[in-house]
Each structure stands twice: as structure tokens, then as C-alpha cells.
T-cell receptor
Framework: AQSVTQLGSHVPVSEGALVLLRCNYS??????LFWYVQYPNQGLQLLLK??????LVKGINGFEAEFKKSETSFHLTKPSAHMSDAAEYFCAVSIGGSQGNLIFGKGTKLSVKP | KAGVTQTPRYLIKTRGQQVTLSCSPI?????VSWYQQTPGQGLQFLFE???????NKGNFPGRFSGRQFSNSRSEMNVSTLELGDSALYLC???????????FGEGSWLTVV
């Protein structure tokens, strides 16, 4: 069965610092992996997705993630944090490639200090 | 192009009542899925519809049901509401399998 673990429910960073949000997955089949962002009182917005093409995936707002099969990881990074990046981030894996049926991690709240 | 629209945005219901939430997908999208988000359980998949047929169902009791109409609009219903049903209910739509899904802003349900 597929599952997703996000390490760290809260990650504080300083503006301009590296952002690293960790995600490990468990899947019995090649996974499709996603990162979503949720701003307060809003729905989810797709940041990027991995669908078995390039292992380094670039997304919106300067974020990228690298799929590492040997480590079963899909960590999200951004070289320089901006105040507007403060939000909750969710890693997700899909079942059978169907993006309509996603298993989400518990989420990581990113706070950015000036 | 309009996004996924969910109504109502906020509602308060009493235990034992039932509630119906509505979702209008992006024009042309035939797949609609529903998720429940709570602080304790996080985001959990409820069900997915494609062309009026339920394709997948999450692990929720039978009090939770849904349907999709011929114009792809979808509704979900929760009967005999419990306090634990208080949550943000998110709807998402896509063109179909393999395509990106887009989320609405959700319906906030409070059960008192």
C-alpha cells in the first residue's frame, strides 16, 4: 500500500535561506509524486509533479524536487526563501497513476522569518 | 477560465442533520474527486467520479455519498452529521487519468 511521510510538521527558515522540506514515500509500484502548497483559507495548488520522466522536477515559484528511488524520497527545495513562501506544503502519491485518488502526507508548515 | 467552484464556502450544521456540498469543475473536466481535511487526520480521499460513475472510494462510512451529473458537476452528501465531520471539504477536477488535478477553495463545515 502507498504511504507518504513528511518529516517535520513545522520548518522555520530565514528569508533568503535554503528551503528543504522532506518527503519519503512507500509504494509497491512506480509512484507518481506531487507537492502541493496551501495558503491560509485556500485550496491546494500544485507546485510540481513526478511522473517517471526526469528525476529532477522543476515547479512553480522557484521550487524543485528530486526523485531518489534508492532513498524512496522526494524532497522539496528552494534556494532562497521569500516571505510569500510561508504556507503549508503537502507531499502526495497517487494510486495507479490516477491523480484523482491521492494519498497525502500530514503536511509541513513553512514559516519565513525576516 | 474559471477554476473549480465550491458552494457553500462556509456552513454550520447541527448533529444529526444532513448536508449537501456542491462542486462545479473547470469547464471540460470530466473527473471530480473529493477530499476531507481535518487537523487530526489531514487530507483524506473520499471518492472520485468520472463521467457520472464512481471510480474510486476512500475509507469513509456510508453516511458519506456523492454523485456526478451529466454536466460533470458533483455533489457530496453527509447524513446524520457527527461532530467529527467538521472539516474542510475540498473538491478537485481534471480532464482525466494522468492529467493534473485542480483544487477548489473548499467548503468549511462546522457541526455543533
Amino acid at each position: 500500500a502507498q504511504s507518504v511521510t513528511q518529516l517535520g510538521s513545522h520548518v522555520p527558515v530565514s528569508e533568503g535561506a535554503l528551503v528543504l522540506l522532506r518527503c519519503n514515500y512507500s509504494s509497491s509500484v512506480p509512484p507518481y509524486l506531487f507537492w502541493y502548497v496551501q495558503y491560509p483559507n485556500q485550496g491546494l495548488q500544485l507546485l510540481l509533479k513526478y511522473t517517471s520522466a526526469a528525476t529532477l522536477v522543476k515547479g512553480i515559484n522557484g521550487f524543485e524536487a528530486e526523485f531518489k528511488k534508492s532513498e524512496t524520497s522526494f524532497h522539496l527545495t528552494k534556494p532562497s526563501a521569500h516571505m510569500s513562501d510561508a504556507a503549508e506544503y503537502f507531499c502526495a502519491v497517487s494510486i495507479g497513476g490516477s491523480q484523482g485518488n491521492l494519498i497525502f502526507g500530514k503536511g509541513t508548515k513553512l514559516s519565513v522569518k525576516p | 477560465k474559471a477554476g473549480v467552484t465550491q458552494t457553500p464556502r462556509y456552513l454550520i450544521k447541527t448533529r444529526g442533520q444532513q448536508v449537501t456540498l456542491s462542486c462545479s469543475p473547470i469547464s471540460g473536466h470530466r473527473s471530480v474527486s473529493w477530499y476531507q481535511q481535518t487537523p487530526g487526520q489531514g487530507l483524506q480521499f473520499l471518492f472520485e467520479y468520472f463521467s457520472e460513475t464512481q471510480r474510486n472510494k476512500g475509507n469513509f462510512p456510508g453516511r458519506f455519498s456523492g454523485r456526478q451529473f451529466s454536466n460533470s458537476r458533483s455533489e457530496m452528501n453527509v447524513s446524520t452529521l457527527e461532530l467529527g465531520d467538521s472539516a474542510l471539504y475540498l473538491c478537485a477536477s481534471s480532464l482525466g487519468t494522468g492529467n493534473t488535478i485542480y483544487f477548489g477553495e473548499g467548503s468549511w463545515l462546522t457541526v455543533v
